[in-house]
Protein backbone atom coordinates (compact mmCIF):
# COMPACT_ATOMS: atom_id res chain seq x y z
CA UNK A 1 0.00 0.00 0.00
CA UNK A 2 1.43 3.43 -1.15
CA UNK A 3 1.83 6.25 1.74
CA UNK A 4 1.15 9.69 1.25
CA UNK A 5 5.14 10.70 1.44
CA UNK A 6 5.75 8.66 -1.31
CA UNK A 7 3.77 10.47 -4.04
CA UNK A 8 0.66 7.90 -4.64
CA UNK A 9 -1.44 8.53 -7.82
CA UNK A 10 -4.83 10.13 -7.15
CA UNK A 11 -7.06 6.81 -7.43
CA UNK A 12 -5.12 5.42 -3.74
CA UNK A 13 -4.93 8.59 -2.55
CA UNK A 14 -9.14 8.07 -2.41
CA UNK A 15 -8.60 4.95 -0.37
CA UNK A 16 -6.30 6.62 2.12
CA UNK A 17 -8.29 9.77 2.85
CA UNK A 18 -9.79 10.03 6.45
CA UNK A 19 -12.96 8.41 7.54
CA UNK A 20 -13.50 11.19 9.90
CA UNK A 21 -16.01 14.09 8.28
CA UNK A 22 -13.64 17.08 10.31
CA UNK A 23 -11.24 16.76 7.60
CA UNK A 24 -13.23 17.68 5.00
CA UNK A 25 -12.48 14.16 3.07
CA UNK A 26 -15.29 12.17 0.90
CA UNK A 27 -16.28 9.63 3.25
CA UNK A 28 -18.75 7.85 4.73
CA UNK A 29 -18.86 9.58 8.29
CA UNK A 30 -19.63 13.08 6.25
CA UNK A 31 -22.49 11.07 4.32
CA UNK A 32 -23.84 10.10 7.88
CA UNK A 33 -23.66 13.39 8.93
CA UNK A 34 -25.29 14.84 5.98
CA UNK A 35 -28.12 12.75 6.45
CA UNK A 36 -28.60 12.91 10.10
CA UNK A 37 -28.89 16.68 9.33
CA UNK A 38 -31.39 16.08 7.03
CA UNK A 39 -33.34 14.05 9.17
CA UNK A 40 -33.55 16.19 12.07
CA UNK A 41 -34.00 19.28 9.86
CA UNK A 42 -37.39 17.56 8.21
CA UNK A 43 -38.53 16.47 11.37
CA UNK A 44 -37.99 19.87 13.01
CA UNK A 45 -40.07 21.64 9.69
CA UNK A 46 -42.97 19.41 9.93
CA UNK A 47 -43.39 20.00 13.44
CA UNK A 48 -43.39 23.61 13.60
CA UNK A 49 -44.91 23.80 9.87
CA UNK A 50 -48.44 24.43 11.52
CA UNK A 51 -47.03 28.09 12.39
CA UNK A 52 -46.79 28.75 9.65
CA UNK A 53 -50.18 27.90 8.66
CA UNK A 54 -51.68 30.86 8.96
CA UNK A 55 -49.07 32.78 6.24
CA UNK A 56 -49.24 30.86 3.50
CA UNK A 57 -52.24 31.32 1.32
CA UNK A 58 -53.36 28.19 -1.17
CA UNK A 59 -50.27 26.47 -0.01
CA UNK A 60 -50.50 23.55 2.16
CA UNK A 61 -47.84 23.94 5.08
CA UNK A 62 -46.73 20.08 4.72
CA UNK A 63 -46.39 20.14 0.63
CA UNK A 64 -44.44 17.11 0.78
CA UNK A 65 -43.34 18.24 -2.84
CA UNK A 66 -41.30 21.06 -1.11
CA UNK A 67 -39.86 19.02 1.29
CA UNK A 68 -38.48 16.50 -1.29
CA UNK A 69 -36.97 19.71 -3.80
CA UNK A 70 -34.92 21.43 -0.57
CA UNK A 71 -33.92 18.03 0.94
CA UNK A 72 -32.58 16.82 -2.57
CA UNK A 73 -30.80 20.55 -2.72
CA UNK A 74 -29.56 20.94 0.67
CA UNK A 75 -28.09 16.57 0.27
CA UNK A 76 -26.48 17.98 -2.80
CA UNK A 77 -24.73 20.80 -0.96
CA UNK A 78 -23.51 18.58 1.93
CA UNK A 79 -21.87 16.41 -0.45
CA UNK A 80 -20.07 18.31 -2.62
CA UNK A 81 -18.97 20.56 0.83
CA UNK A 82 -17.45 17.23 1.16
CA UNK A 83 -16.24 16.18 -2.54
CA UNK A 84 -14.69 19.19 -3.30
CA UNK A 85 -11.63 19.62 -0.80
CA UNK A 86 -11.29 15.55 -0.99
CA UNK A 87 -11.23 16.40 -5.09
CA UNK A 88 -8.76 19.09 -5.00
CA UNK A 89 -6.68 17.27 -2.08
CA UNK A 90 -5.79 14.83 -4.90
CA UNK A 91 -4.75 17.28 -7.36
CA UNK A 92 -1.76 18.60 -5.05
CA UNK A 93 1.76 17.01 -5.51
CA UNK A 94 2.67 16.02 -2.25
CA UNK A 95 6.27 16.84 -2.44
CA UNK A 96 4.81 20.48 -3.00
CA UNK A 97 2.90 20.28 -0.21
CA UNK A 98 5.67 19.20 2.04
CA UNK A 99 7.87 21.78 0.36
CA UNK A 100 5.10 24.50 1.32
CA UNK A 101 5.48 23.70 4.80
Known amino acids: ?26 SSAMVKLVLVGLGLGIVGAISLSGLLASQLFGVDPREPVIYLVVATALLAVGLMASFVPAWRGTLVDPAIAMRAE
Open 1 to 26: MPSLSAGPRSESEWRLAPTDGSSGAW
